[in-house]
T-cell receptor, first 116, second 113 residues
Framework: SAVISQKPSRDICQRGTSLTIQCQVD?????MFWYRQQPGQSLTLIAT?????????ESGFVIDKFPISRPNLTFSTLTVSNMSPEDSSIYLC?????????????FGPGTRLTVL | SQKIEQNSEALNIQEGKTATLTCNYT??????LQWYRQDPGRGPVFLLL?????KEKRKERLKVTFDTTLKQSLFHITASQPADSATYLC????????????FGTGTRLTIIP
């Protein structure tokens, strides 16, 4: 299994600013994912972040808006840039444990973002 | 486009009864399907994985079926308890090795004492 922490747990931000969300894992993992969960909606994958390579973004998400860093096997950041109220959402990171059940993902507690 | 639908946004079940949740998908040929539980203010927690060539999987009071002809999965909780109250999400994977998951909208289950 994996224990994942995220910082901040929540934030209220002004339009036009940026917020960086941190994701820390208690073990080394190759696969790391960032999701968005808008109110009343399901999880939507933003990007896959593997250490040592550029993040792979899903359709509708671009690097300029959601830059991601993956400096090592236990840490990643997601930045939400030039925020607007439409970016208000819960942002979650998840990992797939290398030695665990294939394709089982462990999720962090999420970061609740409100943009005014 | 790919679409995953879970029955009713909310489901209320009497304690002790079996809760049955449905996950239907279209325009998708998943290699496997997963079920997750999500409590308020928390991230989803993995429950079960069932592969396309498996009909049924069990884990304690949980049972999952997978019908690739109907393009449907059923998730059963037997002898339901108030502690089972949560939102349940199904997620589909295209193939093993491609770990990307596509999630359904979730069903909020409430077990009434």
């Amino acid at each position: 299994s994996a224990v994942i922490s995220q910082k901040p747990s929540r934030d209220i931000c002004q339009r036009g600013t940026s917020l960086t969300i941190q994701c820390q894992v208690d073990s080394q993992v190759t696969m790391m994912f960032w999701y968005r969960q808008q109110p009343g909606q399901s999880l939507t994958l933003i990007a896959t972040a593997n250490q040592g390579s550029e993040a792979t973004y899903e359709s509708g998400f671009v690097i300029d808006k959601f830059p991601i860093s993956r400096p090592n096997l236990t840490f990643s950041t997601l930045t939400v840039s030039n925020m607007s109220p439409e970016d208000s959402s819960i942002y979650l990171c998840s990992v797939e444990v290398d030695s665990g059940t294939p394709n089982e993902q462990f999720f962090g507690p999420g970061t609740r973002l409100t943009v005014l | 486009s790919q679409k995953i639908e879970q029955n009713s946004e909310a489901l209320n079940i009497q304690e002790g009864k079996t809760a049955t949740l449905t996950c239907n998908y279209t325009n998708y040929s998943p290699a496997y399907l997963q079920w997750y539980r999500q409590d308020p203010g928390r991230g989803p927690v993995f429950l079960l994985l069932i592969r396309e060539n498996e009909k049924e999987k069990r884990k304690e009071r949980l049972k999952v079926t997978f019908d690739t002809t109907l393009k449907q999965s059923l998730f059963h909780i037997t002898a339901s308890q108030p502690a089972d109250s949560a939102t349940y999400l199904c997620a589909l994977g295209a193939n093993f090795g491609n770990e990307k998951l596509t999630f359904g909208t979730g069903t909020r289950l409430t077990i009434i004492p």
